[in-house]
């Protein structure tokens, strides 16, 4: 099959634009609708640093090089990655491996924070201890948390996340399923909204979420970027993997519903009245981050898993 552009060989089919792609054709798809995503979202403002979270899997690994390729030679913006190192033997050590080559090659100054130093626990030793609930509800608020750190840490005047079309709108509509308009609300605000108060955390921005996760994963192989692909071996199927199959099988009949399930997000989460449906924000009275209780959740689980 030949690209809808050139005369050169496809590499991919485009089933919701109808287009076959070359190799080319493709690389400048992607770069385009990032470019046009920061723009859209006003990502990028004069003397920013952005702090690109990089996990050493395909999202975040394409999306430092996109980034570094189309912005690396800007004076408006700095680019630095921070990967985390949750403490999973056998999976995180090889993905930081992967993060520490890709910015070596890259030349982007790269730092790793791990749950270790930060908080005195792994994954692992969670995973080992006797502590109710599951690896991925503690992991999951140690994460947020951790980034936030980092975002501190290396003076971040955005948090750049790899987030693909597929991850948001899993998200987006896992959100209406539970019925939650509070979750709504805070995921808009959080991370899709192009206005942010600044108020309590760094901007979370996600420049990624209009490329398709197969689209993300042909340009890593293509670029032959070096990726680890192996999920974390905490990873729970329950409600996300049967979302992201439902989704993939309605895609694959009706091309274009992950663009249409977040144009409906965007234009309904837009319409919310946020203030009074967002709880009020004060400060952990432990560590200080932000919270709705007297005590934030990343603290309760710490007593929790120590205890
Ligand atoms: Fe952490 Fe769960 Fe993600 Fe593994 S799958 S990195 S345990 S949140």
């Not at 050493?56 to 990655?81: C, M, W, Y």
């Not at 290396?154 to 948001?168: C, E, I, P, Q, R």
Request: aromatic share 6%; glycine share 6%.
């Amino acid at each position: 099959m030949e690209c809808s552009r050139c005369s050169e060989p496809a590499v991919l089919r485009q089933a919701y634009s109808g287009n076959h792609l070359c190799t080319s054709h493709l690389y400048q798809s992607v770069e385009k609708r990032v470019k046009s995503r920061i723009r859209k979202d006003g990502i990028m403002d004069r003397g920013d640093r952005w702090v690109v979270g990089l996990s050493g899997g395909k999202d975040s690994s394409v999306l430092l090089h996109v980034l570094q390729r189309v912005f690396g030679d800007n004076p408006t913006v700095e680019i630095v990655a921070a990967t985390l190192d949750e403490g999973i033997e056998g999976y995180r050590n090889e993905a930081v491996e992967a993060s520490r080559e890709l910015a070596s090659q890259l030349g982007v100054e790269h730092h790793v924070f791990s749950f270790d130093d930060l908080y005195d626990v792994t994954v692992d030793e969670i995973t080992a201890g006797d502590n109710p609930g599951k690896p991925c509800s503690y992991c999951g608020v140690f994460r947020r948390s951790a980034l936030n750190h980092a975002s501190e840490k290396l003076d971040a005047t955005k948090l750049v996340m790899g987030h693909n079309l597929d991850d948001v709108a899993q998200t987006a509509l896992m959100n209406f399923l539970d019925g939650d308009v509070e979750r709504i609300s805070r995921h808009y605000e959080a991370s899709l909204s192009p206005e942010h108060d600044g108020e309590n955390f760094v901007r979370r921005v996600k420049p990624l979420r209009d490329i398709p996760e197969k689209e993300v994963a042909v340009y890593a192989q293509l670029k032959d970027l070096p990726v680890y692909l192996d999920e974390c071996p905490n990873a729970e199927g329950a409600t996300r993997g049967e979302v992201r199959d439902m989704l993939l099988e309605y895609e694959r009949r009706h091309p274009g519903t992950r663009h249409s399930i977040m144009n409906a997000y965007e234009k309904i989460a837009t319409n919310l009245d946020h203030d009074s449906i967002d709880k009020d924000v004060s400060s952990c009275e432990k560590c200080g981050e932000p919270t709705t209780g007297a005590v934030c959740r990343k603290c309760s689980l710490l007593e929790e898993v120590k205890a």
